[in-house]
């Protein structure tokens, strides 16, 4: 299997604690699962866009026409590799290994830029015939949240920027996202399946010009989102879904560095600085034999060595409520030592 496709559902299994894939786990509030059953009544209609795609535009401030509804983030990025003719589309790795796939699937040579620890971003180390970046903001697995400026910097006429924000809505008041800003040939990608805990419904969105969305609109099939979805967009939209958001920001904050301080207490296990969103990446000797002992001990964890720029000895470790993280840090210490 080609890595560039292995992803954290993968390491799942029954009766495993998982730690690899960056899914809030909590039940859907009323707000989001009403809409969400009321939808079903629905489903002997083709989907209608428009009134998510409006949500979706006021909740950024943008217009309707810079909107794009995806099924799942991911999706964004095949119909981006299906439509554009980038001559050097560039990848900045560590980073979410679906964007390369899909251009390389798609018939780019993808060039790399690949980061070096704490993997924070350096402008200047992107080549200048760079026509097409990809960067995560914060970035999967690293957990590094980029300053808004530095991406800013890798815009320039003549150049896609790709930024894929799947996980902004992890930080507090989103103070790096580019979401509500127009810089020409900025694409963003967003994703409502982490926070919401709705990877099995597939729903995402993108952010871009007019004039890109129609063409990336025309790429996709028809009715490419289900109803249930656009209701679940709708809802993720409102005062009341942007507030609660908020509060479970603040909360994963307390959480991860709660995991984080577990984890650098325990010898042998370097916590990468920096982490910012729902998972922490750390470096051990041994990591995929750790991650093996940790499964038998009923704990699954995600390998980190397919992720370009990466190796054996990373894992990356999600951030759940401090009982489980507890328990998890109890089984490491016995593991590790």
Not at 142 to 153: E, N
Not at 176 to 200: D, F, M, N, Y
Not at 231 to 244: F, G, N, Q, T, V
Request: some cysteine.
């Amino acid at each position: 299997m080609d890595p560039l496709r292995h992803h954290g559902d993968a390491e799942l299994a029954p009766g495993l604690v998982d730690l690899a894939v960056n899914v809030r786990r909590a039940p859907h509030p009323p707000w989001l699962a009403g809409p969400i059953a009321g939808a079903m009544r629905e489903l002997h209609l083709y989907p209608n866009a428009t009134a998510a795609t409006a949500a979706i535009a006021a909740r950024h401030g943008r217009d309707p026409s810079e909107v794009l509804l995806t099924a799942g983030a991911a999706q964004a990025f095949t119909v981006l590799a299906q439509t554009l003719t980038p001559a050097h589309p560039t990848v900045i790795h560590p980073q979410f290994t679906e964007p390369e796939a899909a251009f390389r699937s798609a018939g780019h040579h993808v060039h790399r830029v690949v980061l070096e620890p704490p993997f924070t971003l350096d402008p200047s180390a992107i080549p200048g015939r760079a026509d097409l970046i990809v960067i995560g903001n914060p970035t999967n697995p690293t957990s590094v949240l980029h300053p808004a400026a530095d991406l800013r910097a890798l815009a320039r006429p003549g150049r896609t920027l790709i930024v894929d924000e799947a996980f902004a809505d992890t930080i507090p008041g989103e103070p790096e996202s580019l979401a509500g800003e127009r810089v020409p040939g900025l694409v963003v990608i967003r994703s409502l399946t982490k926070t919401w805990g709705l990877a099995g419904l597939r729903i995402g969105y993108l952010l871009a010009e007019p004039d890109l969305v129609r063409r990336l609109a025309d790429r996709l099939p028809l009715w490419p989102v289900s109803t249930p979805a656009l209701a679940a967009a709708i809802a993720c939209a409102s005062p009341e879904a942007l507030a609660a958001e908020r509060e479970i920001a603040t909360a994963l904050a307390a959480d991860r560095q709660f995991l984080a301080d577990g984890l650098s207490a325990v010898g042998g296990i370097e916590v990468l600085p920096n982490h910012a969103s729902s998972f922490v990446l750390v470096k051990t000797v041994g990591g995929l034999q750790l991650r093996d002992r940790l499964r038998k001990r009923g704990y699954v964890v995600r390998r980190a060595d397919t992720f370009p720029g990466l190796g054996p000895d990373w894992l990356r470790i999600a951030v759940r409520e401090p009982a489980v993280s507890r328990a998890f840090l109890e089984v490491l210490k016995d593991e590790v030592h």
